[in-house]
RNA sequence: GGGCGCGUAGCUCAGUUGGUUAGAGCAUCUGUCUUACAAACAGAGGGUCAGAGGUUCGAUUCCUCUCGCGCCCACCA
């Protein structure tokens, strides 16, 4: 055994496993390797948060324990890492950052600064992921925006366009006057906001007077209709009969909806296009209706705006008010708070305007969604409930282009004469339709017609597709960066999803999507999902409160190990507040296995485990009783993704049980002159010693690692612990009887108080004591003496 | 408005199918340099388990209601 120092130092350690494991390729996948396969679908975090925090740490490291777990249990563990660099939120940052939008810059300039920041958003999330431990296969990464990751994304477009479950419309769809684009249900999200519900007066052709309330006074130019109950007594006379907007002096038929609630504002709702998904449905009710097209997609006012023309939304929400006001048709303005739609990335008020865009369906496979997150292995089980209620919530097909420059491009032209839609063959993938032309020279649709001339021009898509288009195909990229066929077979579906809870609507839905349309099967067999980091007082972590440390800071101040052993704390699904405090008891439970190792190596030079020759004494057997007892936990808790009571167990074993008591009923063997008792103490601690490194490994890897290499090495032929071979429970004789050791304990425990009260080291001998606990001083005289350090016993 | 979760010692949280005196860590206080560790050890104090009611021999645990916090969802203009 090598000579070692005497305090453990991470920031002299840490360097040096992590470019061992690198070297040695310790976490590479091995395809040819046995054991069963273990893949897992890392989520590839968007490159655009360039400030990293606890939350990120928090919810990688909750996977990165379950990993490392399963590694020592004999799974060939598959575990890649991705970026997703591709889409608006790049896009978002770029913008913010470089205090630029779409408008005012060119498509390749704009994308030249998103690949600059893709690329260092991803060093920096690899530096700190290599920093913490954790254990994926850096050989075996994507970015979302690659060829690769290009060529799987358009290869699902064309795949669902054949099976039919994508198609090209044109109808009123969500869209964002920031981003401008079209948007998905999923990027919704609704804001609780102050507006007013104006009450507006209006002539009927017999000359009674009606009142509608709205929030969105500012559409009256785009006005469809106007409905009241078909049972509301109050307005039955008046249905069929035409009504006169005020100021536009548009006139609309008053008609029987039975979607209007009698007891909302005055029991009259006006339609507009499109003043929410309501209009949408009213408008499919009354197909008579005529839409406006009033709202452009910059957010301004058109045409048919009349005098609000070029005008912002909000901009003729006040002035439509105050013209209403100076006819005399206002009856009364009421502030109310009601909950909007925003666009979740710029949070902008999402407006409803005509468009053709492209859309996957999902309306109509909602049971299907829904069996599949029954099949699906929740932990915790809750988390099931928020995805069920998202699918029964579905309202729109998945709308997935973007009117917007970087991301996976359409693989699609459409024919300059007919309007065919012409796709590329799969083997040409991936395609960018701005760069190429397809490769049929003439458009099929005008040859058959006879119009081989004409079909000779074809006009690329100019949308990309959503980002989440790509992302929900992350087990396939994954899968597909392993070229051996038999071994791709066996990494889809995954076998893990770590992930927020955040994105089950958007990421673990869409995957869950696609995998259904694909292969008629679950992408993943089992997800986890983790809460947020919050901050110390429990707020949600955010750059723009500035309320956390940099995490290489707090690496750099206790170790990566520290920093993972606060993240052990959480319990999975549940935030988990940031707390130095458990950073400093990491690090202190790093010292304390250095110092558990260094007394080791004082009295060995080789550590060997215990074996059936061995005369083992009353505590040895305690011991190791309780060792099989925290193994035995401890596996249970990692089995069920449990980690942070799966470190509780380990803590309470290692620093209750061992250090506090084992250790100090051994030392006097250990300096005593019995051989044989001296050689099975020894035994007994490295045996026990050895299990909790190996159950501390996934959670603290580089101390671990460190006192393996210089103390266990000649244990076990492994290159790493992190390879080494998950504790088993040992097999005890039972021949002494040691049920009653714990009166034993109570006894110590009694010796160290009296100690204690007088004020006296522990260490000190005493000539004699009076026990009062009931103990067999018999049988556990000689323990007791030298443990306790009493001459005699009465 | 509906659903989910939470409310336990000053702080952060455990409390397994209801069962003696409700636990841990940190913090506080008192001791101890004891042949691994003072970055430690030994000990002490500290709780109407959010509140009210109910079921029960017995409730932190089960049921109902109330209050507070967080989240998810909902077209009520």
């Known amino acids: 055994m090598k000579e070692i120092s005497k305090h453990y130092n991470p920031s002299e350690a840490e ?16 395809p040819k390797a046995k054991g069963e396969i273990f893949s897992i679908d890392t989520p590839p975090p968007y490159v655009s948060a360039d400030h990293l925090h606890a939350g990120h740490v928090m919810s990688y490291a909750q996977a990165e324990f379950v990993v490392r777990y399963k590694r020592m249990r004999g799974f060939n563990v598959y575990y890649p890492m991705g970026f997703d660099d591709n889409g608006l939120p790049t896009e978002r940052f770029v913008e913010k950052k470089y205090k630029i939008n779409k408008s005012k810059i060119t498509r390749s300039e704009f994308i030249k600064l998103c690949l600059k920041e893709t690329k260092k958003g991803s060093e920096t999330y690899r530096k700190l992921w290599s920093l913490l431990g954790i254990s994926v296969d850096w050989t075996k990464t994507y970015s979302t925006i690659n060829d690769h990751c290009r060529k799987i994304s358009q290869w699902s477009f064309l795949d669902l366009y054949r099976k039919n479950k994508i198609y090209k419309a044109k109808k009123p769809i969500l869209w964002c006057t920031t981003c401008r684009t079209a948007i998905a249900q999923a990027d919704l999200e609704a804001e609780e906001k102050e507006s007013n519900l104006v009450y507006i007066k209006v002539k009927a052709e017999t000359g009674d007077t009606l009142v509608f309330a709205t929030t969105r006074p500012e559409l009256l130019p785009a006005v469809m209709g106007i409905s009241v109950n078909p049972k509301d007594k109050r307005y039955k006379k008046l249905i069929g009969k035409k009504v006169t907007m005020p100021l536009t002096k548009k006139k609309v038929v008053l008609t029987a909806d039975v979607a209007t609630n009698m007891e909302y504002g005055s029991g009259v709702v006006y339609y507009c296009s499109y003043g929410g998904g309501e209009c949408i449905e009213w408008l499919s009710r009354h197909p008579e209706a005529e839409p406006t097209e009033l709202i452009l997609p910059n957010g301004r006012f058109s045409q048919a705006g009349g005098k609000y023309e070029g005008m912002k939304v ?43 865009q492209w859309f996957i369906k999902i309306l109509e496979a909602k049971n299907d969604f829904l069996k599949r997150g029954k099949e699906l292995k929740w932990h915790p089980k809750e988390m099931k409930k928020i995805y069920d209620e998202w699918v029964e919530n579905i309202k729109w097909d998945w709308c997935i282009s973007r009117q917007r420059y970087y991301g996976v491009p359409f693989p699609v032209w459409y024919c300059g004469k007919c309007g065919e839609i012409i796709l590329p063959e799969e083997k040409d993938l991936p395609v960018d339709p701005l760069e190429e032309q397809p490769k049929i020279k003439v458009c099929p649709k005008c040859l058959s017609a006879g119009e081989a001339d004409g079909g000779k021009k074809f006009i690329p898509e100019q949308d990309v597709l959503d980002t989440w288009a790509t992302s929900s195909l992350t087990p396939i990229i994954a899968q597909k960066l392993v070229s051996e066929k038999p071994i791709q077979e066996k990494l889809y579906p995954s076998s893990l999803r770590p992930q927020a809870f955040e994105i089950i609507r958007t990421w673990l839905f869409y995957t869950i999507v696609k995998s259904h349309y694909h292969h008629n099967h679950l992408p993943f067999r089992s997800a986890m999902i983790s809460g947020h980091g919050l901050d110390e007082q429990g707020r949600k972590i955010s750059k723009r409160l500035g309320n956390y440390i940099p995490p290489e800071k707090i690496i750099e101040e206790y170790g990566a190990d520290a920093v993972r052993y606060w993240a052990t704390g959480a319990t999975l699904g549940q935030s988990l507040k940031f707390n130095i405090l458990e950073v400093k008891k990491g690090r202190r439970t790093t010292t304390k296995l250095w110092n558990v190792a260094r007394l080791l190596s004082m009295h060995t030079k080789k550590p060997m485990l215990v074996g059936s020759k061995d005369k083992l004494e009353k505590s040895d057997l305690w011991i190791l009783q309780e060792m099989n007892k925290t193994i035995a936990a401890v ?15 380990i803590d309470k074993f290692f620093w209750s049980k061992l250090a506090d008591y084992y250790v ?26 050895f299990s909790i490194l190996k159950m501390y490994a996934p959670i603290m890897p580089f101390v671990t690692e460190e006192i393996f290499q210089t103390f266990f090495r000649n244990m076990e032929k492994v290159k790493s612990v992190h390879v080494s071979v998950w504790p088993e429970k040992m097999k005890l004789s039972s021949k002494p009887d040691i049920s009653d050791f714990e009166s034993a304990i109570k006894a110590i425990d009694e010796i160290r108080k009296a100690k204690t009260k007088q004020g006296i080291s522990l260490g000190a001998e005493i000539e004699s004591m009076e026990l009062k606990t009931k103990v067999n001083v018999k049988k556990y005289g000689v323990f007791l003496k030298n443990v306790g350090r009493v001459k005699k016993i009465i």
């Open 15 to 30: 360097p040096k496993w992590r470019e061992f494991w690198e070297k040695e390729g310790i976490y590479k996948f091995n």
């Open 664 to 689: 100090e009923f051994v030392k006097y063997r250990l300096f005593g002159s019995d051989k044989k008792s001296k050689d099975a103490a020894i035994k007994t601690l490295s045996t026990v010693f």
């Open 314 to 356: 909000l901009e003729v929400r006040k002035m439509i008010v105050e013209d209403l006001e100076a006819v005399g048709a206002i009856e009364k303005i009421e502030p109310i708070k009601h909950s909007v739609y925003t666009h979740e990335r710029c949070g902008t008020d999402v407006e409803y305007i005509e468009s053709d």
């Open 635 to 649: 596996t249970k808790n990692f089995e069920n993704y449990t980690y942070a009571k799966a470190k509780e167990e």
